[in-house]
């Protein structure tokens, strides 16, 4: 599991984001739930927050999921109807023929090189843009 916990001091007012994969990925949606000062949560194929949670999401939201997760891929309908009915700021993706923990380079039967790359250069875009305000 990774975690990266980014903060940044800019106008006396902390800033905090997150990046949570592997067996993590719930985390972020955790995190995203009960941490009102979280400005952004990412989370690779993780299972989803529960929707009756939602409502205390303030953060912005990116979801990266495997297109053959079957069993995390199930939660997302309710998950995506609970985050557009409570007006939170999410990008969801989905990258087809890809398998769970796709963006592992230490798993050469799941890894996928350029899932990984688009999903790392979306997250680093939204890191940039909610770290520079």
């Known amino acids: 599991m990774a975690l990266i916990i980014l903060e940044n001091i800019k106008m006396e007012m902390a800033r905090r984001d997150v990046l949570v994969s592997a067996g993590g990925g719930a985390m972020a949606n955790r995190l995203a739930v009960n941490d009102p000062q979280l400005q952004a949560a990412v989370a690779y194929y993780g299972s989803q927050a529960k929707t009756e949670d ?7 939201v990116m979801l990266h999921y495997a297109g053959l997760d079957e069993r995390i891929n199930a939660g997302i309908p309710a998950y995506e ?8 700021d999410f990008k969801l993706y989905v990258y ?12 050469p039967t799941r890894y996928n090189e350029a899932a990984a790359k688009l999903a790392w250069g979306r997250t680093i875009d939204l890191f940039k843009a909610e770290l520079s305000k």
């Open 96 to 107: 087809e023929d890809v398998n769970h923990a796709f963006n592992n380079d230490t798993s």
């Open 54 to 60: 939602v409502p205390k999401i303030k953060s912005k």
């Open 81 to 88: 109807e609970a985050l557009k009915a409570n007006n939170i």
